[in-house]
């Protein structure tokens, strides 16, 4: 039987959000936040920035202070997973058997990092970066003089190239593709990254795969594609991450890549919505699915499902935005901008501060500014548009961003 009782599973940026937003909605019943890991929700952030560089204490992460939790009568159940879920019964099954029962769930279960299938990545000294726990253990692995290889050279991969050089590390870095970032952000501007990493010393290996992880019981180095052997005592896979949409999937919920939502984030069960990492969701502006592993996705969206969970109607429909810090470079980039077929600088990437607008068919899907701050909310006020632009005027140094979007 179903009591009064709004159930998330999956206790990050997401989880943490639905539940804020459905007792500020107005939600009277009780809120359970599921989570996994033994702490207080966290953003992941500053794990592959300030904590894993030691500029942050671990504690800056976190969502909310525990009080939090218990002014608004959430009930945390941390260090517990849920392991099974059942629809028709709505119920979820954590760890060790205890059962909650539902009226309305979220599901904000995140993303757990890719493995290479190569020999040796259960070696010591063999890392991936998700978790608070992971960043405490790599740091401590990060130590001056220490042989770091770092493979993938996209988001995790590049900000942690530049933890490493912080703490005095010596850093190569490994991709299968010619720029760092290329695949999301292509090789116009993964030149920018290339020279930015390797202005900071950072030893490139772009173009090269990987075929091996040696050591006996520790890492002592990683066999390129090209017969190398790379001497490493530390080793970085970044290689991207899969949705956990199991319990989703073992419930029968619809997935694809992630669960799938309309634009209200409602998966194919009306009493049950999905945030964050998991949710490959209807977009409206961009006209199709959209599944997005960023921060403000996790914040926005947990929200937007809390409160629909509370009795809410809101669609969803912010423009994926990302944030990035490497060395003295910060970055912002929204949009969806795959496949485009033109990029437009403003300014020029060799002076460390520019816009790039990503054009498909004359229309702007995308744009990063690297350190050139305020023109954001412009960049997605002209994705938003869906209207043709003047290259020319995106290009100028000396517009002003609200003259970008065509008058009328
Ligand atoms: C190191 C790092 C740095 C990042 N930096 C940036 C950045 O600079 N900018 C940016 O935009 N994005 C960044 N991201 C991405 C961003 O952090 C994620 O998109 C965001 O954390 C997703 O939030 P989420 O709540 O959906 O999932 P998560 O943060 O993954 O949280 C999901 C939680 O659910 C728990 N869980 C899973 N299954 C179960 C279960 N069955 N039962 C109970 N609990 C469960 C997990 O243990 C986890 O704690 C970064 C990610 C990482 C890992």
């Not at 800056?60 to 009080?67: D, F, N, Q």
């Not at 409206?284 to 629909?308: C, D, I, S």
Request: glycine share 12%.
């Amino acid at each position: 039987m179903a009591d009064d009782g709004l159930v998330i599973v999956g206790a990050g940026l997401a989880g943490a959000k639905a539940a804020e937003a459905a007792r500020s909605s107005g939600w009277e019943g009780a809120i359970r936040l599921v989570g996994a890991e033994a702490h207080l929700p966290y953003e992941r952030p500053p794990l592959s920035k300030g904590v894993l560089s030691g500029h942050d204490r671990p504690t800056v992460a976190a969502v909310h202070e525990s009080g939090f939790y218990v002014t608004n009568e959430i009930d945390l159940l941390i260090g517990a997973a849920a392991e099974a879920l059942d629809l028709q019964a709505r119920t979820v099954t954590l760890t060790g058997g205890r059962r909650l029962t539902f009226a309305k769930l979220v599901l904000a279960t995140g993303s757990t990092p890719r493995r290479l299938p190569v020999p040796g990545m259960d070696l010591d000294g063999v890392f991936t970066l998700r978790t608070l726990d992971d960043s405490l253990a790599l740091r401590e692995e990060l130590r001056a003089g220490r042989r770091v290889c770092v493979v993938g050279a996209s988001w995790i991969g590049t900000e942690v190239a530049a933890a490493a050089r912080e703490r005095g590390c010596d850093v190569v870095m490994v991709d299968p593709l010619a720029t760092p970032l290329e695949r999301v952000l292509g090789a116009e501007v993964g030149g920018y990254f290339a020279v930015l990493h390797a202005d900071h010393s950072v030893d490139l290996r772009m173009g090269t795969g990987l075929e091996a992880i040696e050591g006996s019981d520790r890492v002592s180095g990683v066999r390129l594609d090209d017969g190398e052997v790379v001497d490493a005592d530390v080793v970085v896979v970044g290689v991207g991450v899969v949705a956990d949409i199991a319990l989703a999937e073992e419930a029968g919920l619809e997935t694809a890549s992630g669960v799938l939502v309309d634009s209200h984030l409602r998966t194919s069960h009306p009493d049950v919505y999905a945030a964050g990492d998991i949710a490959e969701a209807e977009h409206p502006v961009l006209g199709r699915r959209v599944r997005v592993e960023h921060w403000a996705n996790a914040l926005n969206q947990g929200r937007t499902a809390g409160t629909n969970a509370a009795g809410g109607s809101k669609v969803y429909d912010r423009i994926p935005y990302f944030f990035s810090d490497q060395y003295d470079a910060g970055m912002e980039y929204s949009g969806w901008p795959v496949p485009y077929d033109d990029v437009v600088f403003r300014g020029d990437p060799s002076d460390g501060e520019f816009v790039a607008f990503y054009l498909a068919g004359g229309l702007v899907v995308g744009g990063i500014n690297v350190n050139v701050w305020d023109v954001n909310e412009a960049v997605q006020a002209l994705i938003r548009s869906r209207t043709a632009v003047d290259t020319a005027v995106l290009a100028d140094p000396d517009t002003d961003p609200k003259a970008w979007l065509p008058a009328g």
